[in-house]
């Protein structure tokens, strides 16, 4: 399957400042989602987005998808020093039932 | 949602011989995956566990090393076989009901001596 690309690679910024990390794909997508990763651990599912769908919040978070550029922001609003982790996107295409999971933006949020 | 518990968490392990790791799922889930992480690396899928039958192994995975087991739709293991310092790892195993979220357990890491 086609790994997305998701960049930066990694992202380090002040306590209160905004996060915004990109994810690009090649194929038509179903759905798109975002993961967290604290160091170790497992990932946690954040937000899903539809292809049909364009923008979702949840929280502090805001997610974004263009389908016409096949690419998905996730923003991070008022970053907290606990919001350090890698962020990962998935995406679910044609019939596949297996997510594409790209290679994970790492965010460091300095208190 | 899902809860996911995976066990052991942790193992450190000797080379040449073979650990297998259990995945619980609270509730009934349609797909059962096995991925691998590298440290500081994205997920790569092992196989698809599949219920009541062999498991799907993606390109660079097979059976004889990884064999994998679904007894039911809420239960699935998957040993990795005579280990080597190579397969030091943080080993995830998900679950996902058709197109929806997939929830993750909490990984299992292990390193081989």
């Known amino acids: 399957s086609q790994q997305g690309e998701e960049d930066p690679q990694a992202l380090s910024i002040q306590e209160g400042e905004n996060a915004t990390m990109n994810c690009s794909y090649k194929?038509?997508?179903?759905?798109l989602q975002w993961y967290r990763q604290n160091s170790g651990r497992g990932l946690v599912h954040l937000i899903l987005?539809?292809?049909?769908?364009r923008e979702k919040h949840s929280g502090r978070l805001r997610v974004t998808l263009d389908t016409s550029k096949k690419s998905s922001s996730l923003l991070i609003t008022a970053s907290r020093a606990a919001d350090t982790a890698s962020y990962f996107c998935?995406?679910?295409?044609?019939?596949?039932?297996?997510?594409?999971f790209g290679r994970g933006t790492s965010l460091i949020v300095h208190p | 949602s899902a809860v996911i518990s995976q066990k052991p968490s942790r193992d450190i392990c000797q080379r040449g011989t073979s650990l297998t790791i259990q995945c619980q799922v609270d509730?009934?889930?349609?797909?059962m995956f096995w991925y691998r992480q590298q440290p500081g690396q994205s997920l790569t899928l092992i196989a698809t566990?599949?219920?009541?039958?062999?498991?799907?192994?993606e390109s660079g995975f097979v059976i004889d090393k990884f064999p994998i087991s679904r007894p039911n739709l809420t239960f699935s293991t998957l040993t990795v076989s005579n280990m080597s310092p190579e397969d030091s790892s943080i080993y995830l195993c998900?679950?996902?009901?058709?197109?929806?979220?997939?929830?993750f357990g909490p990984g299992t890491r292990l390193l081989v001596l």
């Open positions: 998900s679950g996902s009901r058709a197109e929806e979220t997939q929830y």
């Open positions: 566990a599949n219920q009541g039958s062999e498991a799907t192994y």
């Open positions: 194929t038509s997508i179903n759905n």
């Open positions: 998935a995406h679910l295409s044609g019939g596949s039932y297996i997510p594409t």
């Open positions: 987005i539809r292809s049909n769908e």
């Open positions: 509730s009934q889930v349609t797909m």
